[in-house]
């Protein structure tokens, strides 16, 4: 016999410490999952209140708030005959945790504690919460006074418990609780658990997306059962850009998914499934049911409810089939996910659109592109029917009856660019940031500041009586430097002067946010000025490396219809602050910084990912860069960038808060907690490499010297390799005797 019951799982733009705005949403959710049929709702991660409230979660203030509006959902008629999970924090025995609460018909079934914090990356959770231990164990917990006078309840059970209604089990993770390696979900369903709802706080990083589904897809294939994985989407106040995803799996099938980026406050997903699918699922498998019947049992809250309709059938509502999970690829994600981040910033500082500073290079091209896909999703909102969206744009340009039609003409009211100009700036950077401008419809200006570069160095010629001038002309490497650096702060400067009135001038209130267009790349080498046009008040790209940036760029040139960026792309990279030499540029950025863009990706992901210090990044880049580089290159190579790294490590203090994308971010206000003060010279760390780089040396002229049979000099060769390679100290070279001794034994093995 059939028993089919219909699950709703919601995706939701939650804001920290939003609890007006979150319980709008949260009840809107509600209804829409209660309009398409289901009995069971589950929501994101800390929805009430908000995830990144980050030390807010220490006042007192912030707990007691979640629990009013707990109670305005307790008491909300909308609320009625379907079973809710929501997540928020709850103080318990003096100790905070991050918890799902469950309730039913102004009854509290369960509050289930998070039982594994996470603290990878840019998560700081153990500095808020604590994990809960009493496994499959629960207690009282004694409600506050103004839920006791509403429900007529004292205590709810509190700990690791599940729901049993009268035709299933509901068990519940959340998030982090999915990726650690020993889950919940396995022993949940071995104790008969059907359905697993989890209410998550997934960020966005680039190429990550199937990470999640693959783990969803992977619980419910091992363990049987139908999965509910619920995610925030959005920015609520933080770096990150919650992912979306939020999705429903069957038996190893995902059969149900909602949008990864929108634009969309408010999205709920349903499903209707056969409980008797998963009960046939999991017989089949012998070997889980005989570890099933020595399982130790969840304490189990009996509830006098039924997730399926009555009668000898059930629902008659139509099961759904699994789903091909189609990914967005990195530079499609670049076009989203920061213009959603930047779409939810703009609106909610109440400022009146952007100004950025654009080049004509490929970085501040790429900002320009991120607005202009932001304005195209936000027409294509406003078509579709998307009311929010109309109201906040109507509120931005602050016209009551404007209806946003064309992207460019969107972008000309809410993205101001400008080309701040000087003698060194070329001709053509001038005429590709026009160009950009206009094929995108920003509202464009074009000025030059050496006024106000002139007007500065006067002030310190008339205080020392010295006039510093450019290496080219003379002057030494401090002066060139400072020449450099005036200029570049100069537009700071000027960004914020006309921030701040262009709208005035234009006879529109408020002001504008200004871009920043540091990538990632420069940022871990420390190749900007401090305090210069790359420090603003928001930076799409900050975590986007430059390789990314390009992808990025070929992807719009076509999808959005813009042909300079071909141009822009086909340039060098350069900074334009040393003179030119007969109108052309002479200075580039990857000559100044002595490294490749492509090189800084990988000393990232090596120093960040890997955690590599200088000399175990030195080995593995001795084998991966062997066929391009010496030993001795590489040495020096590593030695440069962990020189200029620490050298510049300084400006992470002052970094543009920027949208999270890459795991190799340097920005040490959240992601990479690594000191502001080194010493430069690397001393013991520089000589492990240069006695490494001896003794490979030593090994290669032994090689060299070694007779050409063929399995001696293989296994030499394999030696040197195993040498490159170790993370260890190694023993000195061996002699050509000593070596032939090594191999002759393998080759008799052989």
């Known amino acids: 016999m059939g028993r089919k019951v219909t699950l709703a799982v919601s995706t939701l733009n939650q804001w920290a410490l939003d609890f007006e705005g979150n319980l709008a949403r949260i009840l809107q959710s509600i209804q829409a999952a209660k309009d398409a049929g289901a009995t069971y709702r589950s929501g994101p991660e800390l929805e009430i209140c908000g995830y990144n409230c980050e030390d807010h979660f220490l006042e007192s203030d912030t707990l007691l708030h979640s629990w009013e509006l707990l109670l305005e959902l307790l ?80 205590v709810v059970a509190f700990g690791d418990g599940v729901i049993s209604t009268k035709d299933t089990c509901i068990g519940f993770e959340i998030c982090e609780e999915l990726w650690n390696p020993v889950s919940s979900h396995i022993p949940l369903s071995l ?113 006098d409810f039924s997730l399926s309709e009555t009668g000898p059938w059930g629902s008659v509502a139509p099961s759904y089939n699994p789903i091909t999970w189609i990914y967005h690829p990195p530079e499609e994600e670049i076009a989203m996910g920061p213009a959603c981040w930047l779409w939810d910033y703009l609106r909610r500082s109440g400022q009146g659109g952007y100004f950025l500073p654009l080049s004509g290079g490929v970085d501040s091209s790429a900002v320009a592109c991120i607005v202009h896909s ?82 500065c160095l006067s002030i310190f010629s008339l205080v020392t009586g010295m006039k510093p001038q450019f290496a080219v002309h003379g002057g030494s490497a401090r002066e060139s430097l400072a020449m450099q650096n005036i200029q570049a702060r100069l537009r700071m400067v000027l960004s914020y002067l006309f921030a701040q009135l ?22 871990l080498r420390g190749y900007m000025t401090k305090y210069d046009c790359s420090s603003a008040d928001v930076n799409p790209i900050g975590g986007i490396s430059k390789t990314d940036l ?26 334009e602050l040393e003179p030119l030499t007969d109108g052309r540029i002479t200075q580039t950025d990857e000559q100044d910084m002595g490294m490749t863009y492509a090189e800084l990706s990988t000393y990232g992901r090596l120093r960040k990912i890997h955690r590599c210090g200088p000399y175990s990044m030195f080995c593995k880049l001795v084998s991966t860069w062997g066929d391009q580089c010496t030993p001795a290159e590489v040495a020096e190579k590593v030695k440069h960038f962990f020189r200029c790294y620490a050298i510049n490590r300084h400006k992470m203090t002052v970094l543009t808060p920027s949208i999270h994308t890459e795991d190799y971010s340097p920005d040490d206000n959240r992601h990479d907690h690594r000191p502001l003060l080194y010493n430069v010279s690397w001393n013991w760390q520089f000589r492990c490499i240069s006695e490494q780089l001896q003794q490979l040396s030593a090994t290669t002229d032994l090689l060299d010297k070694t007779p050409k049979t063929t399995p001696a000099k293989a296994r030499l060769s394999k030696l040197m390799d195993r040498k490159c390679c170790s993370s260890l100290p190694l023993p000195p070279p061996p002699s ?9 034994p393998m080759e008799r093995q052989e």
């Open 374 to 455: 932001m304005c195209r999703m936000v027409v294509s909102a406003c078509a579709a029917g998307d009311t929010q969206v109309l109201a906040d744009v109507r509120k931005m340009v602050c016209d009551a009856e404007y209806v946003p039609r064309q992207p460019q003409e969107l972008c000309g009211r809410l993205l101001f660019t400008c080309y701040m100009g000087t003698q060194n700036s070329s001709v053509e950077t001038r005429q590709r940031a026009k160009t950009l401008a206009a094929q995108i419809g920003s509202y464009h200006t074009d000025i030059s500041i050496d006024g106000a570069v002139s007007a």
């Open 502 to 523: 262009m709208l005035w001038a234009k006879s529109r209130s408020g002001g504008l946010l200004v871009l920043g267009s540091a990538n990632v790349d420069e940022a």
């Open 75 to 154: 008491i909300s008629p909308i609320c009625k005959d379907i079973i809710v999970d929501v997540g928020m924090p709850v103080m318990h025995k003096n100790a905070t945790y991050n918890c799902r609460v469950i309730f039913l018909n102004r009854k509290l079934l369960l509050i289930r504690p998070k039982l594994l914090m996470c603290d990878t990356a840019s998560y700081r959770e153990t500095r808020w919460f604590s994990a809960w231990r009493k496994l499959q164990e629960t207690e009282d917990y004694y409600l506050p006074r103004m839920i006791q006078t509403y429900t007529g309840q004292s």
């Open 736 to 744: 050509p005797a000593q070596v032939l001794c090594f191999v002759k």
């Open 191 to 303: 104790d008969g658990v059907e359905i697993v709802a989890n209410g998550s706080g997934s960020y966005m990083e680039l190429r990550k997306a199937y990470t999640t589904v693959e783990l969803v897809k992977s619980a419910t294939f091992k363990a049987g059962g139908c999965y509910l994985f619920n995610n925030l989407r959005g920015c609520d106040g933080q770096r990150m850009y919650f992912n979306g995803c939020s999705c429903i799996a069957l038996n190893g099938e995902v059969i149900a998914r909602s949008l990864q980026f929108s634009l969309q406050e408010v999205e709920v997903v349903v499903a209707t499934i056969d409980l008797e699918d998963i009960r046939s699922y999991r017989n089949q498998v012998r070997s889980r049911c005989t570890l099933s019947g020595s399982h130790k049992a969840y304490p189990r809250i009996n509830v």
């Open 550 to 575: 390009k992808k990025f760029l070929v992807y719009a040139k076509d999808k959005f219809n813009l042909p300079v960026l071909e141009d822009i792309m086909a340039a060098a990279p350069t900074a």
